[in-house]
């Protein structure tokens, strides 16, 4: 008989997840609220249910009889996946107490305060901008809500009217209705993901990411990136500082990272796969099989043959946008670009009606290229090489 594992998910980022359990063996059972999500077509089956219910989807563990749990690609879904594992004890996942540290932005930012680590300073909400900007002698701060990724409900503030917007908007969107505010830095925006082993950093990954409409959602990347060696083993240490202070088990860990010219501060960590088919550029660049490794380790399986590793490729990935709201006409793909594509997957329908440009994507791209100057001088006209005519 097979094993069951449960993927909380099945929208096209968990796509590489399905596919690679499938391949192993296993029957696959997704969850979520969209029925249409790409990723249940790979699946065996399908119920419907919010995966940010952690009592409704104990009780889908309980009567499926599942072997392993997975959580998406959001950090509601691994806080679930935590909490169903402790409940069922599932291996693969660290303490609920532990996961919430990391995935919970104020428990996240608090921890690091307590431990030192190199992350943008947290405010009270309750100081107010005027008492934030005299006391700490900042001129913007950045607001979130404590538990939403992609960009969701956050803003900037540089004065009392648009402090209080800001605030307002994001407890709106909020599930808990909490949010943090936070010292705004400057910087280029970076990925590094990691693989911890025995609390230290046994491999790494980093990426250039890079944001087209909304700044604080992410729409390509490109990698190897720009970072320097230096602030690579800078970072691999303040990661090797976290992973020991929180006595964290063996998986992945991935962090968001502003650079600048003197400074590198890291805005967050996950203990998940990231999205819109973030292993794939892993797997070409590193030749390893970077999906199954992330499964493997929800599953409890030890994870031997990684290490640092010379990059092999140059890799960059697209989210796929519309320039405007309409109704969608077609997918425009350059000649110039068209070799360079290695997969892709669409979700955009025929006729499409788009009301939401700045945020929607309607599909991915994992892209090569044969050196450096190529792989610039296209990302940087990605926007006019593949887009939506409306």
Not at 6 to 34: D, F, Q, R, Y
Not at 95 to 105: A, F
Not at 168 to 190: M, N
Not at 359 to 371: E, T
Request: proline letters at 4%.
């Amino acid at each position: 008989m097979k094993k069951v594992i449960l993927i909380l998910n099945g929208s096209h980022s968990e796509v590489p997840l399905i596919t690679v359990a499938k391949k192993m063996g296993l029957k696959v059972i997704t969850t979520g609220n969209l029925p249409n999500g790409i990723g249940h077509k790979y699946s065996d089956r399908y119920i419907k249910a919010d995966f940010s219910n952690k009592k409704l989807i104990l009780n889908i563990a309980k009567k499926n009889k599942i072997h392993f749990i997975c959580p998406p690609a959001h950090d509601l879904g691994i806080i679930t996946a935590a909490y169903v594992a402790e409940k069922l004890r599932l291996p693969g996942f660290d303490s609920l107490r532990k996961t919430e540290i990391i995935h919970h932005k104020s428990k996240f930012k608090r921890f690091c305060k307590k431990i030192n680590f190199k992350t943008p300073k947290l405010f009270n909400e309750n100081l107010g901008y005027s008492k934030i900007k005299n006391t700490y002698k900042v001129s913007k701060v950045i607001i979130k809500p404590v538990d939403l990724g992609g960009g969701k409900g956050i803003s900037i503030a540089n004065d009392n009217k648009s402090f209080q917007r800001g605030v307002t908007e994001a407890k709106k969107v909020s599930r808990l209705k909490e949010i943090v505010v936070e010292e705004f830095v400057h910087g280029q925006l970076h990925s590094l993901t990691t693989f911890i082993k025995n609390k230290k950093v046994n491999f790494y990954h980093h990426d250039n990411e890079f944001s087209y409409k909304n700044p604080y959602n992410v729409h390509a990347s490109f990698s190897p990136s720009t970072i320097s060696q230096k602030k690579i083993d800078l970072i691999v240490m303040q990661l090797n500082l976290f992973a020991q202070k929180l006595n964290i088990r063996d998986g992945i860990l991935h962090a968001q990272i502003i650079i600048n010219e003197k400074f590198f501060f890291i805005i967050e960590l996950t203990r998940r796969c990231s999205g819109d088919l973030y292993p794939l550029p892993v797997e070409i660049v590193n030749n390893i099989p970077w999906s199954k490794i992330i499964l493997k380790s929800f599953m409890g399986e030890k994870i031997n043959f990684l290490g640092l590793r010379r990059p092999r490729g140059l890799c960059a990935r697209y989210c796929l946008t519309a320039h405007k709201n309409g109704i969608a006409k077609k997918i425009v793909i350059d000649p110039i670009i068209k070799n360079n594509i290695v997969s892709k997957i669409i979700i955009l329908k025929n006729k499409e009606v788009i009301d939401d440009y700045e945020n929607k994507k309607y599909g991915v791209f994992i892209l090569k290229f044969s050196n450096v100057n190529e792989m610039e001088e296209k990302m940087n006209r990605i926007n006019e090489l593949i887009y939506i005519e409306t």
